[in-house]
RNA sequence: AGUCCCUUAGCUCAGUUGGUUAGAGCGCUACACUGAUAAUGUAGAGGUCCGCAGUUCAAAUCUGCGAGGGACUACCA
């Protein structure tokens, strides 16, 4: 016997990670765990690609732990895993942080800085963390293919993009169209919302409003001379009205009343609730004093008089004259100008009804879209649709009187200005026209461009669009295929989200990204998209040939080569392409579109982008199903992010889920469940926290404590617990057996002794174990780890360590190297070995470490670690429920026992005599009789007899069983419960003897079986009893002089026990003793000086008169105390 | 504003198809057990199962309304 079981000094879980780590590198495990496995059985699984320029957080540690669970486990399944890692690198977080690096604004990209320069620094910054993130890959223990990444900036990756966007657009899918955005007149731009958000660009002014008037068309609700009223502090775009929005639940009120400006009688309509808003100062309620009929312009008062109620529904459709018929929308103009409702209207301020003008609003045009009206678009000379103002901040021709004015005074130059604003010249011409009911001045707050400090307006601008509207109905058929955890993100979250979804807005204008491959003519008559490098160099040869460009950007570019070399002879980003001019099949230039692609097209392209197909790699995608993932899991933040757009695009080029199974995991919070975030200071440093606890602690807390798609209340301690009671636990039972079995020198090479000749304890918790095998594979069949690890530790510490071990230590330590003994050893080995194997995907260090530190000795595996095993195979008939239903009545009985003892004061060192438990089936006789030396041996009591109720001195307790008579006479339930209730003893066995009971309620008849009842003993008339449930233990608690006796001499192997261990004396140490004599305990060390010499390994034990040595005093019992003298032999 | 999720002991969480007295761990108190234990056992204290209404013989569980918390979207992640 030369290997031995590792016996480690302490658990260390920190340490334990860095040794496996260590191995692992040395060993090539990871690549191991791949390469060994079927090339014929992949299981794929997509990486979300992190972004490499933010620092990553202990979420991260999160979201990849249950990555890799699945990864691991499916490996032990037999699967070949590839995991490649990948890098977002585009996007406006990236540009930010070079704008802040460089001390740049959006603005002086393309002036004071080239954008090439730009780009380089974006590429530069973007993978400034990739060494931290690397680490934390490592130290966690995730494992992804670090070395091949996929980096969304790379030329093939952006082939792929374009590839897919291609066949997008070959299908009709892509249009051009636009959105609001803000937008600066002055410098000619858009801005981002981010930019609108910066400190300052909020600025207070005074602005002249209108409450305007807009006549309805009379119907059979509304009177003649109606007028709907609607505020605006924007009066420069009433004439770009196209629809009124009320609310469908707000209350609206006809007012009979005249307009203050021209005496015009006139009804208007408003909310009920801003009646006093409106109608106020000159204006006053009609009364007895003042009439309606008295009114005549020039009168200090206005009499007004409400005439009728209506909800903000009943107006929904009621059609209105145009306020200012400068022009008309050129698409669909008969569905302009109706009153539509939206659930944003309040009657806050102004009338509760909105003026709509979809070309100047982001609600306007959601609003006016869902509704069908049009947007104030009239064609412009090249008979493109324009608003009625110019990108300049002009209005355009059509607006007559107005037409090249600027709509706002803040354009001019300075000195230009008009005296009088377009506001204020719209608000005269509605006064005198009797469409304005009033003109006021208003402060408030408005955003201004950061740049040229000049108010913003809201402008369509061109974007570029997929069609989600045509396919969502498909992309939710397709939804339905695929598995959700939890399902309600699924079906719930992302399938409602599904089915509202807009078109998707691709456009983007930022510099660092993948450009939108499409080249269009000035007029927007002709257009290509590009999908291939090899394409855009053929066109781009057209173009040189039609004189258009001098030479060939792409010429040195080789088509076919997939030399990484050959795909840095160019760049497709933005600084480079934007040069190429190509040629229209009418040979008309072609320039590109200005914008960039949303990021998110980006990563949702990651299936076959990160392998370059079509380009290469088509076999893999198109069939072995590796475009197609069998496995993701992000942070449900992703919904309408990465898994959307990752089903966005498969669904449409591929009619297909981009993912079979997906997790969405929650958010981890801090222990009070608040976010995390630098601002508060409460953030988990990751490295440090994997660094104190480990990643196994770390990652068994974050799985077990809370199911994954729950949010995380991060709480140290809760680390802690996990490190002390499952680490803790499954370390000392390892370190058990370790200690005995390199005593005795097993090393599993005996022939396995079969189940049936090993004891029933040892037959049970292989049952357990099997149990939990079986459990344990279909918690991670069904993407539930947390399942999985609460089972695994509910075991460890429940079954294996308390139970088992507690109750076979003596199997290990005591006696001859038995068969008994081997039993036990190769069971206790089983467990250990198996535990190791089923937790790892979880615990993957700990594991490791676990499985070899068995496996050096046993090397019952060839296999150097746990992740290159399989998973353990059920087998099916080492489980057996009975037995487990046995033992669990055992633990029970035991438990009822102690507690017992514990009410009386009696010590369980201290034997008793007997117990007693009633039985009222013959099963229940049967299990309890072949778990008695067990229950026995752990209460410490030396009989157990079962009394039969044949004297009738049980007394019975019964139940009705709710269930099976709920089901036969639900509506009778109380009346049987009141019967029962009052039933006697008699009555109860009245009840066995005629099988069950017949009656009448309510003139129903009632008949009820014995099944319908439970019924269980309450009490044993005389004796000490415990019940719970069904079952009652009584206990005889006389102790006898010999028992007395016995007591005191475990009372003294307890203390020598404790001795030989504080001496530091090895537990295959033999002793001699000497114990001072004493007529109290002398009688008691003499009839079990058997017993306790063995217990102690002592080879002798003198009772002596004066004892010798270093003695050692304690108190036995109460009152009496004894000292001795323990020696090496 | 919309969509979705969550709410059970001081804390973290279980709670099967509705069914008997709603559980576990941590923490607290006391006592015990232990030649594996950083463990463990027993007992005690601790509950308006977020609220209201409904369905039902029976609701933590199903339905509706509401409250509180959270996430996402409201255009350049």
């Known amino acids: 016997m030369s290997v031995k079981y590792r016996e480690h000094k302490g658990l260390n879980l920190p340490n334990v990670a860095k040794e496996v780590l260590e191995k692992w590198k040395l060993e090539n495990t990871f690549e191991e765990s791949v390469n060994t496995r079927d090339e014929n059985k992949p299981f794929v699984f997509f990486e979300g690609p992190p972004s490499a320029n933010g620092m990553p957080g202990i979420h991260h540690v999160m979201g990849r732990a249950i990555k890799d669970i699945f990864c691991r486990y499916k490996t032990l399944k037999g699967y070949r895993v590839e995991r ?80 897919l966007l291609k066949e997008i657009y070959n299908k009709d899918l892509m249009y051009k169209g636009y959105t609001i955005q803000p937008y600066s007149p002055k410098a000619g731009t858009g801005l981002s919302s981010h930019e609108i958000n910066q400190p300052g660009c909020y600025q207070d002014v005074t602005d002249t409003t209108v409450v305007a008037q807009f006549k309805a068309n009379t119907n059979d609700v509304l009177p003649e001379n109606t007028y709907f009223l609607a505020w605006t502090t924007t009066p420069w775009t009433l004439p770009s009205n196209t629809a009124l929005c009320v609310g469908p639940k707000i209350e609206y009120v006809l007012v009979k009343t005249f307009n203050q400006y021209t005496g015009d009688s006139v009804n208007l309509v408003l909310a009920k609730a801003l009646i006093g808003k409106q109608l106020s100062g000159k204006y006053v309620l009609a009364n007895e004093d003042l ?36 022009a008309l929308p050129h698409e669909n103009p008969e569905k302009a100008f109706q009153v539509i409702s939206g659930n944003f209207v309040t009657t806050e301020d102004g009338t509760g009804i909105v003026h709509i003008a979809p070309t100047f609003g982001q609600d306007d045009a959601q609003v006016a879209k869902d509704f069908g009206i049009p947007p104030m678009l009239v064609l412009d000379e090249n008979e493109n649709p324009v608003p009625l103002i110019n990108l300049q901040g002009k209005f355009r021709p059509e607006m007559d009187e107005f037409a090249g004015l600027y709509v706002k005074n803040e354009y001019y130059k300075d000195g230009d200005a008009p005296d009088k604003s377009v506001d204020v010249l719209i608000a005269i011409k509605l006064k005198e026209e009797n469409k304005a009911f009033k003109v006021e001045k208003y402060v408030h707050s408005y955003p201004h461009c950061w740049r040229t400090d000049k108010p913003i307006l809201y402008y369509p601008l061109d974007s570029w669009f997929i069609k989600i509207s045509e396919v969502k109905s498909r992309m939710a058929e397709i939804n339905k295929t695929i598995n959700w955890k939890p399902k309600a993100t699924g079906e719930g979250r992302f399938g409602n989200w599904l089915e509202g979804a807009n078109d998707w807005n691709l456009s983007r204008s930022r510099f660092w990204g993948i450009p939108i491959p499409i080249w269009r003519t000035e007029d927007g008559t002709e257009q290509i998209c590009i999908g291939s490098a090899e394409e855009l160099k053929n066109e781009c040869q057209k173009a040189v040939e039609a004189g258009l460009m001098d030479n060939n950007p ?28 190509l040629v229209s099949p009418n040979g008309k230039p072609m320039k590109r579109e200005a914008d960039l692609i949303d990021v998110w097209f980006d990563s949702g392209s990651m299936p076959i982008a990160q392998r370059h197909y079509p380009f290469e790699n088509q076999e893999l995608v198109d069939n072995k199903g590796f475009g197609q993932a069998d496995f993701i899991a992000e942070g449900v933040d992703q919904t309408r992010g990465w898994f959307y757009t990752l089903h966005a695009i498969a669904s449409i080029v591929f009619d297909r889920p981009a993912y079979k199974n997906v997790i969405s995991n929650g958010l981890v919070l801090d222990k009070n469940g608040v976010k995390m975030s630098k601002r508060l200071g409460n953030a988990v440093e990751p490295f440090e926290n994997l660094s104190t606890y480990g990643a196994d602690a770390t990652r068994w807390y974050m799985i077990t404590n809370a199911q994954p798609w729950d949010n995380l209340k991060f709480d140290l301690d809760g680390i802690t617990e996990v490190q002390r009671k499952f680490f803790g636990t499954l370390y000392n039972t390892y370190g058990f057996f370790a200690l005995y079995a390199n005593v005795d020198g097993f090393s599993y090479s005996e022939e396995e002794v079969p189940l049936n000749k090993r004891p029933e304890i040892d037959r049970w918790v292989i049952s357990k174990l099997n149990s939990l095998i079986q459990d344990v594979e279909e918690a991670y069949e069904i993407y539930e780890p947390t399942k999985a690890g609460r089972l695994i530790q509910g075991f460890v510490t429940d079954q294996m360590s308390n139970w088992y071990v507690r109750l076979c230590r003596r199997r290990f330590w005591r006696g001859d190297y038995t068969e008994d003994k081997i039993a036990a050893y190769q069971t206790l080995y089983t467990c250990l070995e198996t535990v190791s ?18 496996n050096q000795v046993s090397k019952r595996h060839s296999e150097k670690s746990v992740h290159l095993t399989n998973f353990p195979i059920v087998d099916k008939n080492a489980i057996d429920k009975d037995l487990e239903e046995r033992m669990s009545i055992a633990q029970k009985v035991s438990s009822m ?63 009705p069983n709710f269930k099976t008579i709920g089901k036969k006479y639900g509506k009778h339930m109380k009346a049987i419960i009141a019967i029962t209730n009052q039933w006697s003893q008699d009555d109860i066995i009245l009840l066995d003897k005629n099988n069950g009971w017949t009656g009448e309620i309510e003139g129903d008849p009632i008949a009820l079986e014995m ?38 001499a475990r009372e003294f192997v307890n203390r020598i026990q404790n001795l030989r261990k504080e001496s530091g004396l090895e537990v295959t140490d033999r002793i001699q003793l000497q114990i001072k004599s004493d007529d109290k305990i002398n009688l008691a060390i003499n009839d079990n000086l058997n017993y306790i010499c063995s217990e102690t390994l002592a080879n002798s034990l003198d009772l002596v008169e004066k004892i010798q040595g270093e003695k050692v005093v304690f108190e036995v019992e109460n009152g009496v105390s004894a000292e001795l003298v323990l020696s090496k032999v």
């Open 84 to 163: 490649k890692a990948g890098w977002d690198t585009h996007g406006l977080p990236v540009e930010l942080s070079v704008e802040k690096e460089l001390g740049i604004t959006k603005e002086d990209i393309g002036s004071k800085i080239t954008i090439e320069e730009y780009n380089a620094a974006c590429k530069k910054t973007v993978m400034k963390y990739t060494d931290v993130w690397n680490k934390l890959t490592e130290d966690m223990g995730y494992w992804v293919d670090m070395s091949d990444p996929y980096i969304t900036y790379e030329n093939k990756y952006i082939e792929s993009v374009w590839w």
């Open 291 to 326: 009439t309606i009929e008295d009114f005549s312009l020039g009168d200090k008062k206005i009499p007004y008089a409400v005439e009728k109620e209506f909800l903000g529904s009943d107006l929904v459709g009621v059609t209105y004259e145009q306020l200012l018929p400068y």
């Open 554 to 581: 792409l010429a040195s570019f080789e088509v076919g080569n997939m030399d990484k070399s050959n795909y840095e002879t160019f760049d497709f980003h933005k600084n480079y392409v934007d040069a190429i001019i």
């Open 837 to 854: 194997i089923l937790s790892s995907p979880i615990a993957p260090f700990y594991a490791d470490q676990l499985f070899n530190d068995l």
């Open 897 to 959: 026992v102690l507690s017992l003892r514990k009410k009386e004061n009696i010590k369980v060192r201290q034997p008793l005599q007997k117990i007693m438990v009633p039985v009222l089936d013959q099963d229940f006789a049967r299990r309890i009789e072949a778990v008695k030396d067990l229950i026995l041996s752990e209460v410490n009591v030396k009989e157990l007899e079962l009394l039969e109720d044949t004297a009738g001195v049980l007394v019975k307790k019964i139940k």
């Open 1011 to 1048: 099944e319908d009842f439970e019924i269980s003993t309450d009490d044993i008339p005389g004796w000490l009893v415990a019940t719970e449930g069904n079952y009652t233990v009584a206990l005889d608690e006389t102790i006898s002089s010999a028992l007395k006796n016995e007591g005191i």
